[in-house]
């Protein structure tokens, strides 16, 4: 750790401790501390700590009080990262006089558990989770801005981007994701690099049922596998502006560039190229042999470790001489509004999970892309997270607005409808923005 942010925590370890001693003293002008000081109501020694009148020790002197109950920091992490926390401890316990204790809570029920648990007082200090929930509890004043420390220049620009809303940072990024193309090495030697190329190859295969896999049809509608079809062309979901954010009165799903985008979708499925399938019969297809691409993320690494293919991994086939960019995923750890505590679990953000070293823990726990560029040089020799990073280099952050949450039905079930040869791609996507539009009231 650098010297200064050791610095900052003796400062911080006094500041607690000059605090503690305020809040013992009798005197009425000294009952007010300031709020980011104040000692929580827990300092407090319970009664049930005094000694039983059994006992036979008188040396004491009547006025020694207890001590005060130390201050702690609750962490809530899913069980793969919850380790990371508990290994990096004992070390902030020691600089600071603070314990951690870490819950594993399933990463699915944070988001909700979290709005509950917190006004209740019941939650944690901070808590890991992605970056589209950042709208819907900084709006909901579930969590507090942060600051990333020393540190700040090592984490990618579309991580920070994620977690950002109307201009306030919510949480340290620790994870990335987005899709890629796995390629079956034994039946395509030589990976194309667009999808012109790919058409043009994908009849010349034997043995194959279907050639490029992107979920999203079949029974399966799903917009986050199929947006870079869409945004290639030119197509958006809002409006984004990197000083304002994103403008969800100005819906793109029925821009000139996302029916473009929708078009190519379309001609792809009418070819044979693309067939409309959900996201287990493209994956099976794929593990069979029978379908040489198969466009899906870093998750899947671990299965394809486990079979007996020939793979690799290549980032998204051009389209157009364009290069699309895939919806990008960020997790990270938040800061609870209601932490008592906030000025202590700023510096554990800050001054251990910013960090190289635990970032790089967070990553061997759970390994999606790293947040930081130290930790993917560490990782220079491993071609699958070299590519899934620079396919999220290209990409652009899920809207992390609580207004996405009326796009994914709309957006899904019409790219659904126009991949099943239900409808054209004009139909699709201006139905699809109508839709969002009635959704939002707009």
């Known amino acids: 750790m650098r010297k200064h942010s050791w610095l900052r925590l003796l400062a911080l370890a006094l500041v607690l401790a000059l ?43 009547a ?12 962490v809530w992490a899913d069980a793969n990262r919850a380790p990371v926390f508990e ?9 600071t006089g603070v314990n951690i204790e870490v819950q594993i809570v399933d990463f699915g029920d944070i988001r909700e558990q979290v709005q509950v648990a917190g006004p209740a007082g019941e939650g944690p200090d901070v808590f890991v ?32 981007d994620g977690f950002s809303y109307e201009g306030n940072l919510y949480a340290v990024p620790m994870a990335t994701e987005a899709i890629a193309m796995y390629v079956n090495l034994d039946l395509v030697p030589e990976p194309p690099a667009s ?6 190859l994908c009849p010349t295969l034997e043995g194959i049922e279907n050639c490029i896999g992107v979920p999203g049809g079949g029974d399966g509608g799903d917009l986050y596998h199929n947006i870079w079809l869409i945004t290639a062309q030119g197509g958006y979901i809002f409006g984004y502006d990197a000083a304002s954010g994103y403008d969800t009165t100005d819906v793109g799903l029925d821009s000139e560039g996302a029916i473009a985008g929708a078009e190519v979708i379309a001609q792809l ?31 899947e690494r671990g299965t394809l470790n486990d079979s007996d293919l020939n793979w690799t991994v290549v980032k998204l086939p051009t389209i157009n001489g364009s290069t699309p960019a895939p919806f990008v995923g960020v997790q990270g750890v938040f800061l609870s509004a209601f932490a008592p505590n906030a000025v202590v679990a700023q510096s554990f953000l800050a001054d251990y999970v910013a960090t190289t070293d635990v970032q790089r823990a967070l990553y061997d726990a759970d390994p999606r892309n790293p947040a930081t560029q130290s930790v993917l040089d560490q990782l220079a020799d491993d071609v699958v997270v070299a590519t899934f990073t620079l396919s999220g280099a290209d990409g652009i952050p899920m809207p992390n607005v609580p207004e996405m949450g009326s796009v994914w039905g709309a957006g899904g079930d019409n790219l659904l409808a126009l991949r099943n040869g239900d409808v054209d791609a004009t139909t699709a996507m201006t139905t699809a923005a109508d839709q969002v539009r009635e959704l939002l009231g707009n």
């Open 129 to 160: 989770g992605a970056h589209d929930w950042t709208g819907e509890l900084a709006a909901n004043g579930v969590v507090r801005p942060i600051t990333l420390g020393p540190n700040e220049g090592d984490f990618f620009q579309v991580g920070i």
């Open 87 to 95: 290994a990096i401890a004992p070390a902030f316990e020691e600089a």
């Open 269 to 299: 499925t009418a070819d044979g190229i693309m067939a409309s399938t959900n996201y287990d019969t493209a994956k099976n297809l794929f593990l069979e042999g029978k379908q040489p691409f198969w466009v899906t993320g870093p998750w």
């Open 19 to 61: 605090t503690a001693v305020a809040c013992a003293g009798e005197s009425a002008d000294t009952t007010e501390a300031p709020a980011a000081t104040e000692a929580p109501a827990a300092t407090e020694a319970p009664a049930t700590t005094a000694a039983p009148e059994t006992t036979t020790t008188t040396e004491a002197p």
């Open 195 to 200: 999808i012109e190329e790919i058409a043009e």
């Open 63 to 74: 006025e020694t009080e207890p001590p005060a109950e130390a201050l702690s920091l609750l």
